[in-house]
């Protein structure tokens, strides 16, 4: 049986253990220049890799100017980006980007012009190979939370009539027509994930969406929410959100890993995951935001400080303002 301790090999790539730092946006560390990333990332994912994390995903880069140098991908960014590949890299963590198809503040995707969703499948694709120049191990598709391409993704949301809408492989065709592009010109053990939910709308979408998207070569799959969090329900004996029991769902039908999600703040919840083979990696988010130290307390059983689930989390307005860090250890 694993546990949290025991790597995972995705493509070939040992993940040294099964604990995952969730792609979560530091908006506090937003700079005033023209550069995206700045020393304040770098530091912040450094600590991440230092207290033993088995993977970081970096957090929701849109892909947007990845061609031009522009918005997110100007060369200052990409120095810090690359940086921060190379701290995790000589810490052993297997580290990766997720990439954004777009904000939510996008106009709706089904006023796209073709031409619009060629040029943004055209960056989607420059992305990810420009994550490989820079030294990520992989990158992951943002088909979540209710952002491009989750509305791409949703049979409800999407109601193009191109070949962009209509059948799943239509709606997943944004992403899944350059995997093979990608993969010519990456490395072998390059990992190619998605972060999607279970419903899209309806559950038995999403589990077909699953395994179209492992069908088109994707290596590992994020298991959160799509346009919506689902309420439920779940089995009384499951003790887990509804969107990780989503996880467990798209777990049973689909053979490459997955990182169950939501809500995982205590070592205990991060273990009991992995150990009842609900998920293949614990995605924990915020519990490493309110400490970064808590990969390596949980793999060494030390205390930690804990996430107390603030209604609305300060690392969306000011980091230093995290309640947890003025509470005491605790395991």
């Known amino acids: 049986m694993p546990e ?12 040294k253990n099964r604990i995952a730092m969730l792609p979560m946006v530091t908006f506090p560390f937003i700079g005033d220049g023209e550069d995206y990333y700045n020393d304040r990332h770098e530091r912040h994912y450094a600590r991440a890799a230092e207290n033993g994390a088995g993977l970081i995903i970096l957090q929701s880069t849109n892909v947007a100017g990845a ?17 921060i590949a190379e701290n995790a890299r000589s810490h052993g963590a297997t580290v990766m980007m997720q990439l954004a198809g777009g904000s939510d503040r996008d106009k709706d995707v089904n ?16 992305a990810a190979i420009r994550a490989a120049e820079l030294g990520f191990h992989g990158v992951e ?16 949301a999407n109601r193009r009539t191109d070949e962009y809408g209509g059948a799943l492989e239509n709606r997943c065709r944004i992403v899944t027509d350059i995997l ?56 009384d004996d499951f003790g887990f ?49 309110a400490d970064p130290r808590f990969a390596a307390n949980i793999l060494n059983g030390t205390p930690y400080r804990p996430c107390i689930a603030c209604k609305r989390c300060s690392w969306f307005t000011d980091n230093t ?5 003025k509470l005491p250890e605790t395991v």
């Open 241 to 289: 959100s509804p969107v990780t029991h989503s996880g467990y769902v798209i777990k049973r039908a689909v053979t490459v890993p997955i990182i169950g999600a939501y809500g995982i703040r205590t070592g205990e919840q991060a273990r009991r995951l992995i150990e009842n083979r609900y998920a293949d990696l614990a995605g924990i988010g915020r519990a490493m935001l």
């Open 321 to 325: 303002r995290c309640p947890s860090l």
């Open 111 to 126: 006023q796209w012009s073709t031409e619009e969703v060629r040029a943004r499948q055209d960056e989607l694709k420059r």
């Open 180 to 235: 093979p592009e990608v993969r010519e010109r990456v490395s072998d053990d390059f990992i190619l994930s998605a972060r999607m939910g279970e419903f899209t709308p309806t559950s038995q979408e999403g589990v077909a969406t699953a395994r179209h998207l492992e069908s088109c070569g994707i290596d590992m799959l994020s298991v959160s929410f799509g346009m919506t969090v689902p309420e439920g329900p779940v089995p």
């Open 4 to 15: 949290i301790t025991t790597p995972l090999t995705v493509r070939g790539r040992a993940i």
């Open 141 to 156: 598709y943002h088909f979540a939370h209710g952002f491009t391409l989750c509305r791409f993704m949703d049979a409800g």
């Open 67 to 83: 061609g031009r140098e522009q918005g997110m991908w100007t060369p200052g960014s990409q120095a810090i980006l690359a940086r």
